[in-house]
């Protein structure tokens, strides 16, 4: 998937993407072959890397030494409501020490718009035909989508694709100093139907188009990443983005085992006291 709502919403754990690239997509109906990539959802971390380990081969899940902790702050913490910024910093605090990443908000904003171009450019390439097809069979936001990217100049396109690769350095630059690198998933939990906007700080985002702000610049890199579920009696789940180094699936999953462990324990605590 090039870009969707994470799947700890719905209190499963999942890889939101393995590096670009990593795994085939033959026979995977394409979108944005920029961004693609195949990913899956499990109940827990065992069962996400047994399925990783049929689709790569590699089955190791496991990583003894210390893992060193980012949080990407900035622009992330400023999109995400109170308690999805919270939910990043339990997880992180039953990893170990961790240390802010101060991520700037019009390099991260300049990621999600080229990453849009290139989306639009590349759907519309790929399912030119839905354009011509009757208007009940294609939803009015595919549409819209479809004439956007085929309206596209091609120097959009191609700025964003460069855009991209300075983007991707960038980001792969940050694991010189940790290993893994959280972020939160979404600003904030599932909204309710009628919810038009969520207050988040000083902003009113619109749900159907912010939920993915925060994942955006992530798969735009092509980082692996596995997502955990933040789970709170009478909440809904929050998820937490835990990303790692370009071909480094073994850390993410190292301290996704972790994460769920130490909830694990807290849980098992709680209920004896």
Same mark, same amino acid.
Not at 68 to 77: A, K
Not at 107 to 133: C, K, P
Not at 205 to 214: D, F, R, T, V, Y
């Given at each position: 998937?090039?870009?969707?709502a994470? @799947?700890p919403?719905?209190?499963?754990?999942?890889?939101?993407?393995?590096?670009?690239g990593?795994l085939s997509?033959?026979?995977?109906l394409?979108y944005?072959?920029?961004?693609? =990539?195949?990913?899956?959802?499990?109940?827990?971390?065992?069962d996400?890397?047994?399925?990783?380990?049929v689709? +790569?081969?590699n /089955? !190791?899940?496991?990583r003894?030494s =210390?893992?060193?902790?980012?949080?990407?702050?900035g622009?992330?913490e400023?999109?995400a409501?109170?308690?999805?910024?919270?939910?990043v910093l339990?997880?992180?605090?039953?990893?170990?020490?961790?240390?802010?990443?101060?991520?700037?908000?019009h +390099?991260?904003?300049?990621?999600?718009?080229?990453?849009?171009?290139v989306?639009?450019?590349?759907v519309?390439?790929a399912h030119?035909?839905l354009?011509?097809?009757?208007?009940?069979?294609?939803? /009015?936001r595919?549409r819209t989508r479809?004439?956007?990217?085929?309206?596209?100049?091609?120097?959009?396109?191609?700025r964003?694709?460069?855009?991209?690769?300075?983007?991707?350095?960038?980001?792969a630059?940050?694991f010189?100093?940790? +290993?893994?690198?959280l972020? @939160? =998933?979404?600003?904030?939990?599932? $909204?309710?139907?009628s919810?038009?906007?969520?207050?988040?700080?000083?902003?009113?985002?619109? @749900?159907?188009?912010?939920?993915?702000?925060?994942?955006?610049?992530? !798969?735009?890199?092509?980082? $692996?990443?596995?997502?955990?579920?933040v789970?709170?009696?009478?909440?809904?789940?929050?998820?937490?983005q835990?990303?790692g180094? $370009?071909?480094?699936e073994?850390?993410?999953?190292?301290?996704a085992?972790r994460i769920?462990?130490?909830?694990?324990d807290?849980?098992?605590?709680?209920?004896?006291?």
């Amino acid at each position: 998937m090039a870009q969707f709502a994470p @799947p700890p919403r719905c209190a499963t754990c999942g890889a939101s993407s393995p590096t670009f690239g990593r795994l085939s997509r033959r026979g995977v109906l394409a979108y944005a072959s920029s961004l693609d =990539c195949i990913d899956g959802f499990a109940n827990d971390v065992r069962d996400l890397a047994g399925l990783y380990s049929v689709l +790569d081969g590699n /089955p !190791s899940d496991e990583r003894e030494s =210390c893992l060193r902790v980012g949080i990407l702050s900035g622009y992330f913490e400023t999109y995400a409501s109170q308690q999805a910024w919270d939910a990043v910093l339990e997880t992180a605090s039953l990893i170990g020490p961790h240390e802010s990443i101060d991520m700037c908000e019009h +390099d991260m904003q300049l990621g999600r718009g080229a990453a849009t171009i290139v989306s639009n450019v590349e759907v519309a390439t790929a399912h030119a035909n839905l354009l011509d097809a009757p208007e009940d069979t294609v939803s /009015p936001r595919l549409r819209t989508r479809l004439l956007a990217g085929a309206l596209s100049p091609a120097a959009w396109y191609a700025r964003a694709l460069s855009y991209q690769r300075g983007f991707r350095a960038r980001m792969a630059r940050l694991f010189a100093d940790f +290993d893994v690198i959280l972020a @939160p =998933c979404t600003p904030f939990a599932a $909204p309710g139907f009628s919810d038009a906007t969520i207050a988040v700080g000083n902003h009113e985002l619109e @749900p159907a188009k912010h939920l993915g702000m925060l994942t955006h610049p992530v !798969s735009f890199a092509g980082l $692996p990443v596995v997502t955990a579920p933040v789970l709170r009696d009478g909440n809904m789940p929050l998820g937490v983005q835990i990303i790692g180094a $370009p071909f480094d699936e073994v850390a993410c999953f190292a301290a996704a085992r972790r994460i769920e462990q130490g909830f694990t324990d807290t849980s098992r605590t709680s209920i004896e006291s």
